[in-house]
């Protein structure tokens, strides 16, 4: 088959792209079933620190930690070596991971309403969720994206992205000293929640 139009082509192109899309009922059933998953790790979980270890191999499975990271870091990580790449994005999983399963107490499950997921662009597409934990309620909205096997690429709360949180403070270490002063910064966050 010959294409002769431009236009004939994007619209093939388009149209190809548009069936890899994920679908916003797919997000959501993706993120529901992550939810359970580590809820489910909670519950058999003796202790916050036991519950962080315990839900890491869950978490990676549903969160593009790479992905993440990169992001965080912002455009200085192109200057990273693979080698730093992958110790950056260790220390991130390890400080993200840390600091969110600690605010939960194993055993105590938030009541998590999901709202209608959306899709803002092709291969994106994010779940807002209402969530009341502890008498404290949050609006949580979760981004996943195709690119990153349909995995969780950020996390807003309460209007905050983790993402663009983290960067502010990673983009002032590259400045200050490159790459190694990032490294170096996770590890010493991750260091002090021990």
Do not use: C
Not at 45 to 53: G, T, V
Not at 91 to 112: A, D, M, V, W
């Amino acid at each position: 088959m010959t294409l002769k139009s431009p236009h004939l082509l994007i619209l093939v192109l388009s149209l190809l792209a548009s069936g890899l899309s994920a679908s916003p009922a797919e997000a959501l059933a993706r993120l529901k079933t992550a939810v359970n998953e580590v809820l489910a790790v909670a519950d058999r979980s003796s202790s916050a620190a036991a519950f962080a270890q315990s839900a890491r191999p869950v978490l990676q499975k549903h969160i593009s930690f790479e992905t993440m990271t990169r992001r965080a870091v912002g455009p200085g990580w192109r200057s990273f070596t693979p080698a730093q790449q992958q110790q950056a994005t260790q220390q991130f999983t390890t400080l993200i991971i840390r600091t969110y399963t600690s605010k939960f107490t194993p055993g105590e499950h938030p009541n998590i309403t999901y709202q209608n997921a959306v899709s803002p662009a092709g291969g994106r597409v994010d779940v807002p969720t209402h969530m009341v934990y502890k008498g404290s309620r949050y609006n949580v909205t979760y981004r996943m994206e195709e690119e990153a096997g349909l995995r969780i690429t950020d996390v807003t709360i309460e209007g905050v992205s983790l993402i663009a949180n983290y960067r502010s403070q990673l983009d002032a270490q590259f400045k200050k000293g490159g790459a190694a002063a990032v490294i170096s910064s996770l590890t010493q966050s991750v260091s002090r929640q021990r």
